[in-house]
């Protein structure tokens, strides 16, 4: 199975600040990266799909991107909120979907 | 829109079947390129993907689960169902269906329910 190590686990920041959460793949899973949001006592929500696009009515804030193309390709990714908003406050997940077992990294605590 | 709703008993004693159906509405699931899946979240911890039927009907299921799982469906009700038998207490999660479907690349859950508590007791 792919693993998928999220850093870090929880983080502390402030209103407007930037905030930027990591995920890493056991392997290379090619752009095949999706983010998701969830907020205490509520499902997961679709932020980013294929490692840069943003779901549609995400506000933009989000973004997504991938890193180590070359050495290490496919393996790096990253999700960067610009300026955090209140309403941001959640654990983010990563999951991959290069192949079966799907499998998610552990989380980001958001926290302000 | 696409809504999905989860039901089922939220206390399976140890040993037993847990059973799950999750109701498809504002939609066929018979129609388009979807996987319908489960995903379930113990408390305070990750996410786990235990597996999905097609709309074809063809269904996988997470290995480490050890063939424990089944994902039958029922059309004429438009509902698709969970069946996890010999559950332990680390069955013992929030479980979740979710809807996958193709982005550019590849897949992703756009459209999940609301989540079941399911508590196994010994």
């Known amino acids: 199975d792919i693993q998928m190590t999220q850093s870090p686990s929880s983080v502390s920041a402030s209103v407007g600040d930037r905030v930027t959460i990591t995920c890493q793949a056991s392997?290379?899973?090619?752009?095949?990266l999706n983010w998701y949001q969830q907020k205490p006592g509520k499902a997961p929500k679709l932020l980013i799909y294929d490692a840069v696009n943003l779901e549609t009515g995400v506000p933009s804030r989000f973004t997504g991107s991938a890193s180590g193309r070359g050495s290490g390709s496919g393996t790096d990714f990253t999700l960067t909120i610009s300026s955090l908003q209140p309403e941001d406050i959640a654990t983010y997940f990563c999951q991959h979907y290069d192949h079966l077992p799907i499998t998610f990294g552990q989380g980001t605590r958001l926290e302000i | 829109q696409v809504q999905l709703q989860e039901s089922g008993p939220g206390l399976v004693k140890s040993s037993q079947t847990l059973s799950l159906t999750c109701t498809v509405s504002g939609g066929s699931i018979r129609s388009g390129n979807y996987y319908w899946t489960w995903i379930r979240q113990p408390a305070g911890k990750g996410l786990e993907w235990i597996g999905r039927?097609?709309?074809?009907?063809?269904?996988d299921s997470n290995p480490s689960l050890n063939s424990r799982v089944t994902i039958p469906v029922d059309t004429s009700k438009n509902q698709f169902s969970l069946n996890l038998i010999s559950v332990t207490a680390a069955d013992t999660a929030v479980y979740y269906c979710a809807r996958e479907g193709r982005r550019q690349l590849a897949d992703a859950f756009d459209i999940w329910g609301q989540g079941i508590l399911v508590t196994v007791s010994s």
């Open positions: 039927i097609h709309s074809s009907g063809a269904t």
């Open positions: 392997q290379d899973i090619r752009d095949y």
